[in-house]
């Protein structure tokens, strides 16, 4: 069986500072996050409604102010104010609508790879807030995921790279290789997320599959999806963060095969 070659490259800085204030204990349900997408819907609306809530009290603060500089400036702040409101739940709509009904409504230069990068980082941010910030980002990942596999892109030999942390389990290890080899597309182990984008610079790619659990996943589709197709697969943490991660080793075989799609695989 074919197998690739890991290319390991070392840095000389922190791991897994996204786990920094991690207690100890077990993390919740064996380290699985899974969360059904409308979770993520649901805090992306209340990211909205508060987002708009904090600059309406800023204007109520500083409108005697501003009506001194010109009487009808206050005015029209709030109809500006109610007009960007208006277009934000009009794009969770378009983009609710777009995943559930299985057609993406938009390019994805407006969509996956565009401003809905940004509305996944300040929904998770709010979601720290309620305690819920692995769970609602496990959500938006699935809804990128789905968006982005629908455009169906395709690659060349050696245009596809596979990127994993140090994290994973020698038995989802093993797999990883095993089925990049298969596909011979070549695999990194990124210790942090700058070592990553230091490899893409220098590769070049044309697509990514990426594996890192929720909270490295964020910083890296915010980083890179807007400049290149990438597709992020997460991991369970039975162990805690940080060691013996497992993946679903199907769903990569389906995303690798589905990139590549017409290249012969190796046996
Ligand atoms: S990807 Fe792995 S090593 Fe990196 S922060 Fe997440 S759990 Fe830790």
């Known amino acids: 069986m074919a197998r690739a070659q890991l290319i390991h490259i070392e840095v000389d800085r922190r791991l897994g500072h996204e786990w920094d204030e991690w207690n100890g204990r077990p993390l919740p349900r064996g380290g699985d996050f899974s969360a059904p997408p ?12 508060v987002g708009a809530g904090a600059v309406a009290l ?15 400036l206050p005015v029209i702040q709030w109809m500006a104010l109610g007009a960007l409101a208006g277009l934000f739940w009009a794009y969770l709509a378009v983009l609710a609508a777009s995943y559930y ?3 993406n409504l938009l390019p994805e230069r407006l969509m996956e790879r565009g401003l809905y990068l940004k509305l996944m980082n300040y929904t998770s941010l709010l979601a720290r807030a309620f305690g ?27 245009e596809l790279l596979v990127l994993i942390p140090r994290c994973l389990s020698k038995q989802s290890l093993d797999g990883v290789l095993e089925i990049a080899g298969r596909y011979d597309v070549p695999v990194f182990v990124a210790t942090r997320g700058q070592l990553a984008r230091r490899v893409i610079r220098e590769r070049r790619p044309r697509a990514v599959v990426a594996v890192a659990c929720e909270r490295d996943m964020m910083t890296g589709l915010r980083d890179v999806a807007g400049k290149l197709p990438v ?14 991660a497992s993946i679903d080793l199907s769903q990569m075989e389906k995303w690798v095969q589905g990139l590549v799609n017409g290249q012969v695989a190796r046996q």
């Open 38 to 49: 409308g979770l993520f819907f649901r805090f992306a609306a209340l990211t909205v409604a």
């Open 58 to 72: 800023l204007l109520y603060l500083i409108g005697p102010r501003l009506r001194t500089l010109w009487a009808p």
């Open 101 to 103: 009904s299985g057609r």
């Open 132 to 158: 819920k910030r692995d769970w609602v980002e496990h959500a938006a990942i699935d809804v990128y995921n789905t968006l982005a596999e629908r455009r169906g892109r395709k690659v060349g030999k050696g």
């Open 231 to 244: 597709l992020g697969l997460t991991m369970q943490l039975p162990n805690g963060p940080c060691r013996d």
